[in-house]
């Protein structure tokens, strides 16, 4: 279930959301009603989890676990906007033939209460690492969650080049860090993590991608109808003009 953590801000409930995947994931999706939590070492971006600021040089020591600690972070990744992005729908299809998944926060957090693990959800902040010091981050937490015991996350910034993600971000930390010794053999971190959802909760519209095959709305349609659901299915009119 979610989890407050001082360490991530949460958006306001009423905020819309998108996950935008191709057909392979959101059958995966409907047949298992799991979210697939990814590790954070397995991400394309090697500053991914590394805090590589202006004063990395005087600071480097209080980021000496950096590394073994992306081993127990995994993370689901949304895109936070009130509307469609062309950039996402570019980037996370594969193919033509994709989908996204319109929610808000507030439905998110919803859906995972039946869920038996802690999730955490916090927005992504975007800086220029050359340009920022560790002290200007720590000066940037809000006091309401400075005052709760906050504390600054490696994981709640990425690099300025990616602030057209958007990101909203699912965490589940895979405790203890490290992970305690049993038997004499340290447990061996997880490769990836499945958390159950109630998609009725969180499912308010499924947009199909506006470059999709004529056809591929008719069959969506008739997949969802098939597990028993409802869900509104719309084609995307991202890129249609009415003379």
């Keep these: 279930m979610y989890k407050e953590n001082y360490s991530f801000q949460t958006p306001e409930n009423s905020l819309t959301i998108w996950r935008y995947i191709d057909f ?7 047949t298992n009603s799991k979210l697939y939590f990814t590790r954070s ?3 394309e971006d090697p500053f991914e989890g590394r805090l590589r600021l202006k004063d990395y040089e ?14 127990f972070y995994f993370l689901n990744c949304w895109h936070l906007s009130e509307n469609q992005s062309d950039a996402m729908w570019k980037i996370f299809l594969n193919t033509k033939n994709g989908i996204a998944i319109k929610s808000t926060v507030g439905s998110l957090i919803q859906s995972l ?3 038996d693990d802690d999730v955490h959800i916090g927005k992504i902040y975007y800086r220029d ?23 600054l996350n490696q994981f709640s910034y990425k690099r300025s080049s990616f602030e057209h993600e ?4 699912l965490y589940y930390i895979d405790k203890p860090i490290p992970h305690a010794i049993k038997n004499g053999i340290p447990r061996e971190p997880l490769t990836h993590k499945q958390i159950d959802i109630n ?9 199909i991608a506006p470059f999709a095959d004529s056809w591929f709305k008719n069959l ?10 409802e869900f509104i299915v719309t084609k995307s009119n991202l890129y249609h003009f009415e003379e």
Excluded: C, W
């Design 24 to 30: 392979t994931k959101f059958m995966d999706l409907l």
């Design 41 to 43: 070492d397995n991400f």
């Design 58 to 71: 005087d600071t480097k020591e209080m980021f000496s676990l950096e590394e073994s600690t992306k081993k």
């Design 113 to 115: 209460e039946k869920s």
């Design 129 to 151: 690492y050359e340009k920022v010091t560790f002290t200007d981050l720590l000066f940037e937490i809000p006091t309401t969650i400075a005052s709760r015991g906050g504390s």
């Design 166 to 169: 958007k990101e909203l971000r």
């Design 199 to 207: 998609l009725s909760h969180l499912i308010h519209e499924i947009v």
């Design 220 to 229: 969506v349609e008739q997949i969802i109808l098939k597990f028993g659901m």
